[in-house]
């Protein structure tokens, strides 16, 4: 019998996209044995229309994140929720690419704050169906007791597949640093070099 592929997909805003992002790609990939890690920007995210600060531009993140992939051999970064009009669903992400690559198992990487929240997700049973979640474990992240809770009882009611991961805690995120951007700070050792050109270039955060 042929192996079947083992792929992470990383998604979110990615504005901007940071080292703490790569970190958790890269520990799962190494963890969970990947093959590779899919970096994927999402095109308008409906978690984000009610916040005062408005995403920035998804062609920009787009390239931001493509720039901070960087050379990781192990790292690809996809436009297809980018391209895909309307609002971004990963149920729909998933079946997709779950349709188009049948001989490979998905592992979809989330921080662990966002597991007590994922079945309030459009059609969150097509997502437990499709993909293992790892999620991402850092110490500022949910309560353990919380955690473990719901993930019992999403595997009760979706036959969800979840694993931990733990990751280093890097202290920021990428509201930290809109607000360092905004105040005129350095970001330095928070991004990629590249990022921060083009985030300069481009005239972003300010």
């Keep these: 019998?042929?192996?079947?592929?083992?792929?992470?997909?990383m998604g979110g805003t990615f504005d901007p996209p940071h080292f703490g992002h790569l970190l958790i790609a890269e520990a799962a990939r190494d963890a969970m044995g990947l093959d590779s890690v899919i970096l994927m920007p999402s095109g308008r995210s409906y978690?984000?229309?009610h916040q005062a600060?408005?995403?920035?531009?998804?062609?920009?993140?787009?390239?931001?994140?493509?720039?901070a992939a960087g050379t990781n051999p192990f790292f690809t970064v996809s436009d297809m929720e980018v391209l895909r009009e309307g609002k971004t669903y990963t149920a729909e992400t998933l079946q997709i690419l779950t349709g188009?690559?049948?001989?490979?198992?998905?592992?979809?990487?989330?921080?662990?704050?966002?597991?007590?929240?994922?079945?309030?997700?459009?059609?969150?049973?097509?997502?437990f169906s499709r993909c293992t979640i790892l999620a991402a474990v850092r110490?500022?992240?949910?309560?353990?007791?919380?955690?473990?809770?719901?993930?019992?009882?999403?595997?009760?009611?979706?036959?969800?597949?979840?694993?931990?991961?733990d990751v280093p805690n890097v202290g920021f995120s990428s509201t930290d640093i809109k607000n360092r951007l905004e105040e005129g700070r350095s970001v330095r050792y928070m991004l990629p070099e590249g990022v921060i050109e083009y985030i300069r270039n481009r005239g972003l955060y300010v």
């Excluded at 719901?150 to 036959?159: C, T």
């Design 100 to 127: 188009d690559h049948p001989d490979t198992d998905f592992f979809f990487i989330v921080g662990a704050d966002t597991v007590v929240s994922m079945r309030t997700w459009y059609h969150p049973e097509e997502i």
């Design 47 to 49: 978690f984000k229309d």
């Design 53 to 67: 600060r408005k995403v920035s531009d998804r062609y920009d993140r787009l390239e931001m994140t493509r720039i």
């Design 1 to 9: 019998m042929e192996k079947r592929a083992r792929t992470g997909i």
């Design 139 to 165: 110490e500022d992240s949910v309560r353990p007791e919380a955690l473990s809770e719901e993930i019992k009882a999403l595997e009760r009611d979706f036959g969800a597949r979840i694993r931990l991961l």
